[in-house]
């Protein structure tokens, strides 16, 4: 049974710091591009952050650039996506995704975790 599994949201103030982490489970982890995408209220769901599955080549969002920083470890079937320097505009539910790097799909979605930014 294919799990993602993100954790690592809550509140936080403008300026700081969190981690997120999105555990995978029931697929082969090495073989899959991770994402990190949010969605905020009233808005589509976007990319933020993207990490090929031998974390050779990442990508951000203009937004984020520099401020964000995603990662992956194989050996824990995990990417991470470290977020600093917060703004309230970063306020959203963040979605890991996985797809396979060679075809593309299958796709694989997690639950979400809500990332709130405020003082």
């Known amino acids: 049974q294919v799990q993602l599994g993100e954790s690592g949201g809550g509140l936080v103030q403008p300026g700081g710091s969190l981690r997120l982490s999105c555990a995978a489970s029931?697929?082969?982890?090495?073989?899959?591009?991770m994402s990190w995408y949010r969605q905020a209220p009233g808005k589509e769901r976007e990319l933020v952050a993207y990490?090929?599955?031998?974390?050779?080549?990442?990508k951000y969002a203009d937004s984020v650039k520099g401020r964000f920083t995603i990662s992956r470890d194989n050996a824990k079937n995990t990417v991470y996506l470290q977020m600093n320097s917060l703004k309230p505009e970063d306020t959203a539910v963040y979605y890991c995704?996985?797809?396979?790097?060679?075809?593309?799909?299958?796709?694989?979605w997690g639950q979400g975790t809500q990332v709130t930014v405020s003082s």
């Open positions: 995704k996985a797809n396979h790097q060679r075809f593309l799909r299958p796709i694989y």
């Open positions: 029931g697929f082969t982890f090495s073989n899959y591009a």
């Open positions: 990490i090929n599955s031998d974390a050779g080549s990442t």
